[in-house]
């Protein structure tokens, strides 16, 4: 489990400060930020370390943010118990010598 240390927003670690994105310039992303209420830390030269980002908004980016295993869809919705069918069947060729050379693996592919 991990620890959180509450930061607040008036006050910062002696190394950091926070800085507001309204500090920032007027294009329609630092608009955004400034609605938003995200907030960035700086180190003491000034120079943007982290980033602060109020839970809502952080909730908001997690169902936008689609997590893409590289599966094809088909192989994506495939039951784990058909997974592991096809994994013990290969075992099973594997130990009776049904195997194919490597160089022949990729042939028909595209990839």
Do not use: C
């Amino acid at each position: 489990m991990g620890f959180t240390q509450p930061i607040n927003s008036m006050t910062a670690s002696p190394m950091y400060s926070t800085q507001s994105s309204s500090t920032q310039g007027n294009s329609t992303q630092d608009a955004f930020h400034r609605d938003s209420g995200i907030r960035y830390l700086t180190n003491e030269a000034g120079e943007k370390t982290d980033v602060l980002v109020p839970v809502d908004v952080w909730e908001k980016i997690l169902e936008r943010i689609q997590v893409d295993s590289g599966l094809d869809p088909v192989d994506e919705q495939e039951p784990d118990s058909q997974i592991l069918a096809d994994f013990q069947l290969s075992l099973q060729q594997a130990n009776q010598g049904q195997t194919s050379p490597i160089s022949e693996l990729w042939e028909g592919v595209d990839a």
